[in-house]
């Protein structure tokens, strides 16, 4: 795993060749256009991550299956995902035999009676097949029989699902007395005990929600995220049953950088210091002095309002002195934090500068709601589940990156991933569309209105020079998120990209977000500094 959902499998030949491996994620999307009703994609492989800095950490894989160039009027394929465990998991072999893919064959050649049901097919003879969602079963039996072996182990299936049976509307009969005698006045004997009826007894009494599995409250904590309030008693149970306290501190906890700056635009850096600025052009930012008892470096920008030269217009590169680097877009009124581990970039967040947030009348619960929800975002990406937040939402996005005027561009970049990873084009959109067309805020401060975010507009399917050369502008020039280079080829136009771009994405490391060593992205310097890209 390079990134969460950002994952591939590797083939024989990877130590010789580095592309020799397959993106599970663009395979997906890609084969939604495949013009096949129905897809499904069985990966029984462990799902570990690898040594950033090490041989396999730079590998860039393909997907197994391309996007066809004219998809105009072509009805999207239904296409579902099984993963044999949850990110992190060893997917386990006895014999030889994978453990989930055993169990996988059983439910579908000779389902046990209590899931077993008959089915009508082309075939003379009715065939048994699975009660119920394949993934409802799994999800249940796997955690149960992992349990029970000896020695035992964890392991927990995940699912990407998109197809679904259509619903419908019943309503149940009156019947006949059943002989339940209730008691008028309470007493011990208030119900009188009887025998369930012979159909009630072929029901399935497997549990839905195994206590073994966390799919369920995992996705129960991706709709608290999504409500504009939470009762944070009941987000903190959630948290902790989904195994996400560790991960959710970390990103609460995380130090604030500076808040203000004269050009009310910067960046605060956490966990290394910057070595040089990069802009369009041959321009160079202004590195300043850390705040006190911090360790780090804070850069000053200037919006374009501010009469600097046009080079400072939509991205800035950020090279630290542990030999990386970071692309970043500079987005008027607003200052970043980032935190970086080991010179990669680990999260990052945007607030309002805080002359404007005073004008704005914006308080310190509505800073701290934010942040927990950007932590709670942070915290579902990084373990594979982003997804779960853009399945089932509805198409409106505002509720969710849209705090009040605080609107933070890290939420709308999580939002737009969660509906694509979901299937949801219009929903991807919508955040697009949202975030293009808000500008209340900094027009009420004389600021050009903030860039839309790389990866939101390739989301959408909006990146073309057009598009980006329009106000307000793309920016930075490529994906912030390392699995927007997972996914690039998903979402054409790549045409609309330098070559440089592209090749560069080959070398980024295994973070959250996107990251470079110095040393492998020459040409795109190189591109950047002569103005070819800005």
């Known amino acids: 795993m390079k990134a969460g959902f950002a994952e591939q499998v590797l083939l024989s030949d990877v130590a010789r060749h580095k592309d020799e491996a397959i993106a599970i994620t663009p395979t997906a999307l890609n084969l939604a256009y495949s013009r096949v009703p129905h897809v499904i994609v069985i990966s029984d492989a462990c799902r570990n991550a690898v040594d950033p800095f090490g041989p ?3 590998v860039s894989g393909s997907p197994a299956y391309d996007r066809p160039g004219i998809i105009v ?24 035999e994978g453990f989930f893919t055993k169990i996988l064959l059983e439910a579908l050649t000779n389902p046990p009676p209590d899931v077993r049901d008959v089915c009508r097919t082309f075939q ?25 072996e000896s020695p035992s182990f964890d392991q927990t299936p995940d699912f990407t699902v998109t197809s679904r049976k259509p619903l419908s509307f019943g309503y149940a009969q009156a019947q006949a007395d059943t002989g339940v005698a209730i008691a008028r006045e309470p007493s011990e004997d208030a119900l009188e005990t009887i025998d369930l009826p012979q159909s009630m007894k072929d029901l399935r009494i497997r549990p839905h929600d195994n206590p073994l599995s966390k799919n369920a409250v995992l996705d129960r904590l991706a709709v608290a995220v999504r409500s504009l309030t939470f009762d944070p008693d009941k987000l903190a149970s959630l948290v902790r049953d989904a195994g996400l306290t560790e991960s959710v501190d970390e990103h609460v906890g995380g130090e604030r950088g500076r808040q203000s700056f004269e050009t009310a635009t910067g960046y605060s850096v956490v966990g290394d210091e910057v070595s040089n600025v990069l802009l369009s052009g041959g321009l160079e930012g202004e590195v300043t002095m850390a705040t006190a008892n911090r360790h780090g470096t804070d850069v000053r920008l200037y919006p374009p309002t501010r009469r600097v030269p046009s080079g400072q217009r939509g991205s800035v590169v950020l090279v630290f002195k542990s030999g990386t680097l970071s692309v970043l877009p500079i987005l008027p009124g607003c200052i970043g934090t980032l935190h970086l581990r080991d010179g990669r970039l680990v999260s990052r967040s945007f607030e309002m500068s805080a002359q404007l947030s005073r004008n704005a009348g914006s308080g310190d619960t509505e800073l701290r709601n934010i942040s927990m929800r950007r932590a709670l975002a942070a915290a579902l990406s990084s373990t594979g589940n982003l997804r779960r937040l853009g399945r089932a939402a509805g198409d409106s996005c505002a509720p969710f990156i849209r705090m009040s005027k605080r609107a933070d561009p890290t939420l709308g970049i999580y939002s737009a991933y969660a509906y694509a990873l979901a299937g949801n084009s219009k929903g991807a959109r919508s955040v697009f569309d949202w975030m ?7 027009n009420a401060e004389g600021l050009p209105a903030v860039p839309v975010p790389f990866d939101v507009a390739m989301l959408a399917g909006r990146l073309s020079k057009r598009v980006a050369w329009d106000r307000p502008r793309i920016a930075p020039f490529c994906p912030m998120m390392s699995l927007g280079w997972s996914v690039m080829n998903s979402f054409p136009p790549t045409s609309a990209i330098h070559d440089a771009i592209l090749a560069a994405g080959k070398h980024r490391l295994n973070a959250e977000w996107t990251t470079f060593r110095r040393s492998d992205v020459g040409s795109m310097l190189n591109a950047l500094l002569r103005g070819e890209i800005k």
């Open 56 to 58: 396999l950490g730079t």
């Open 73 to 96: 009027g072509i009805k999207k394929s239904k296409v579902d995902v099984f993963y044999a465990t949850t990110p992190s998991q060893t997917a386990k072999e006895f014999k030889g």
């Open 436 to 442: 293009r067309h808000y500008r209340s805020l900094w």
């Open 124 to 148: 003379v003879q009715p065939q048994s097949c699975l009660r119920g969602p394949l993934e409802t079963y799994l999800s249940s039996e796997i955690p149960l029989r992992a349990a029970k």
